[in-house]
């Protein structure tokens, strides 16, 4: 059976008799719902039908036997980002146990796309990720960037809450879309029926989303109690940023910088041509830690040290005044920079630094 002590999830409230801590809870919900602080899914208390007890614990099982490697292996992919995910759910007062819902939605693979064109480790569709800040274009898809899209996703977990005012109508919307909830609950509110998420009629994968994602918490708050050993996750992700130009090809870039296209890629996934958007500005792409000093060193050596700078590869066309005129530089810095004589040596390189 599932242990209480260790749920912390948010179901809604059953039955029509109502005791005063039940009172209580629901002033608590209305509260959270109109200004939500930090708080985590153990501050509504639990009240749930037998049906959604017996499905939650079929969910346990499976977990426990052929699902258990898919478990394990999500969590390994999901600790590269487990901690700035938190952050990210804390500064808003979410629920934190919610940095785990990629591990159903995706299994933390940054490129995962379902059949619906549902995008990235948090899984948005385009709509939806347009209206919370992830453009697409046809050199990038924010959808794919892991903390862009999980900033979205918090905010749109934010607003399902605020909206339905229960934890399982709200990450059932996520899965199924709010327009789903709302005519599930009209359509229960004309039978007379209850209007929380076990009574609704819902999708079958809706059904078993959140089930599927509580089985999975309950678990990794405890795995001892359901006979795991405690978890193992990747390091942390770290990095820095490393300021190239427009157009930028992201292999030949890892060629001259020394790193594998696959970790360029791999930090940068909303790149989804493998070059830098064209454009008029500099471009912030993550890099590993230290990089971009060693870039530093390698190209310019000791000359200089800038706060602002910009690596860019060096075409046929370009000349040290065009580049000066582009980036608002200085062209006698960038001579000194890169260690050239003249600007006719300028076709001698394939990366320049250019000051900022």
Known sequence: MITFAVFSFVLSMVGEVKTPRMLEDEARRKKLASDPGPYSLSE?????PTEGI????????????EGRRRLRDGLDRGGRYLERYRRIFRKKGLPEELVYLPLIESGYVLTAVSPAQAAGIWQFIEETGRRYNLKRSAWFDRRFDPFKSAEAAASL??????????WELALAAYNAGPGTIRWAIRKNRKAGKPVNFWALELPEETRNYVPNFIAAVLI?????????????????LVYEYLKVSPGTDLDMLASEIGISTRTLKNLNPELIQGVVPPGEEPYSLRVPQGLPRIVMTRLAGRRAKYRDWLVHPVAFHDTVEELASRFRANPSMILKTNGLETA?????????????
């Open 220 to 236: 990794i708050k405890t795995p001892e109690a359901y006979g795991f050993k405690k978890f193992e996750f990747q390091p942390q």
């Open 157 to 166: 977990l934010q607003n399902l809450y605020r909206t339905f005012n229960s």
């Open 54 to 65: 017996e499905r939650i614990e079929a969910y346990i099982r499976l977990f426990q036997t």
């Open 344 to 356: 006719e040596e300028l076709f001698m390189r394939n990366l320049v630094i250019i000051p900022l």
């Open 44 to 48: 509504i208390h639990v009240r749930m």
